[in-house]
């Protein structure tokens, strides 16, 4: 079994920052690729960040300079650094992992729970 557990949202007001973390854990060889995605009401999820086991990082274009995704292998945590935050970015944050569990079945995708992300004008 895995499980990823984020902490790391709430209320900030417009200019302000946030650091999300999200640790994977349990049954796990390795992880091919963390990263972050967001929904807010009425939308559809869509990827903020992603960041692969060897440290290369790809950005959507509304949070690139603003954002900086990073990763300690070691503890199979992702991090989100969130500047310059806008009300925009109001959303719930999820964390995303592909984890192998077996070099046979290849990696899976797997969900945290989600954390509340506002920023208020």
């Known amino acids: 079994q895995v499980q990823l557990v984020e902490s790391g949202g709430g209320l900030v007001q417009a200019g302000g920052s946030l650091r999300l973390s999200c640790a994977a854990s349990?049954?796990?060889?390795?992880?091919?690729?963390m990263g972050w995605y967001r929904q807010a009401p009425g939308t559809q999820r869509e990827l903020v960040a992603v960041?692969?086991?060897?440290?290369?990082?790809d950005y959507a274009d509304s949070v690139k300079g603003r954002f900086t995704i990073s990763r300690d292998n070691a503890k199979n945590t992702v991090f989100l650094q969130m500047n310059s935050l806008k009300p925009d970015d109001t959303a719930v944050y999820y964390c995303?992992?592909?984890?192998?569990?077996?070099?046979?079945?290849?990696?899976?995708?797997?969900w945290g729970q989600g954390t509340q992300v506002t920023v208020s004008s």
């Open positions: 995303n992992a592909k984890i192998i569990r077996s070099y046979i079945l290849g990696p899976n995708d797997y």
């Open positions: 349990g049954s796990i060889l390795s992880i091919a690729a």
């Open positions: 960041i692969t086991s060897g440290g290369s990082s």
